[in-house]
């Protein structure tokens, strides 16, 4: 069974610092890996889609990166700001056709 | 576009009672799927619909829940009798379905549901 771990559960910043969020999954045998993002009180935002046979995927300042072999990706932000504070979430999509979520990061990126 | 909306965004029931949750995904998306987070936990699959046919239920917790997709296009879930451990946010996901991958998934901003 797929299992997601995120770290850290917490993280805070200050405005303009570069960071990385860590995601780990257990079974490499994944269709894809996909980041999220979600406001308090909202649904979750897709942000980026690694597909198995890719490395990384960039969009603006959002990075992410993603090794099958070692059941990691990582998400890297570029100069945060303070409209990136959220919870990032990450999901491995299975042969299941589901997403399996890790518990997620909040970020607060302080002005 | 509109995108993925759901109904109630918030519900308070007691035990026992009986609570209908809706999901229109964004039209011309054959796959909706129904997520669940609990309090502190990760969100978890429910289960998936391809158009109004079941696909997946392997996440479904136990009888008392019930997904229906009648003419492939809203969802609805209901809980009957609801538990204190049904309280959580309920999300749905829709995507388009393109040959055998579904594509990426746009979420609904979820119901959340107290149980008391």
């Known amino acids: 069974k797929q299992e997601v771990t995120q770290i850290p559960a917490a993280l805070s910043v200050p405005e303009g610092e570069n960071l990385v969020l860590n995601c780990s999954f257990t079974?490499?045998?994944?269709?894809?890996l996909q980041w999220f993002r979600q406001d308090p009180g909202k649904g979750l935002t897709s942000l980026l889609l690694i597909q198995s046979s890719q490395r990384e995927q960039t969009s603006g300042r959002l990075n992410a990166s993603l090794d099958k072999s070692s059941g990691r990706s990582t998400l890297y932000i570029a100069a945060s700001q303070p409209g990136d504070s959220a919870t990032y979430l990450c999901?491995?999509?299975?042969?299941?056709?589901?997403?399996?979520f890790g518990t997620g990061t909040r970020l607060t990126v302080i002005p | 576009e509109a995108g993925v909306t759901q109904f109630p965004s918030h519900s308070v029931i007691e035990k026992g009672q009986t609570v209908t949750l809706r999901c229109d995904p964004i039209?011309?998306?054959?796959?909706l799927y129904w997520y669940r987070r609990v309090m502190g936990k990760e969100i978890k699959f429910l289960l998936h619909f391809v158009k109004e046919s079941k696909q997946d239920e392997s996440g479904m917790p136990n009888n008392r829940f019930l997904a229906e997709r009648t003419g492939g296009t809203y969802s609805t879930l209901k809980v009957q009798p609801a538990e204190l451990e049904d309280s959580g946010v309920y999300f749905c996901?829709?995507?388009?379905?393109?040959?055998?991958?579904?594509?990426?998934?746009?979420f609904g901003e979820g119901s959340r549901l107290t149980v008391l």
């Open positions: 996901a829709s995507s388009r379905y393109s040959g055998a991958r579904p594509g990426e998934l746009f």
């Open positions: 079974d490499s045998a994944i269709y894809n």
């Open positions: 999901a491995a999509e299975t042969g299941a056709n589901n997403l399996f």
């Open positions: 039209s011309g998306h054959d796959n």
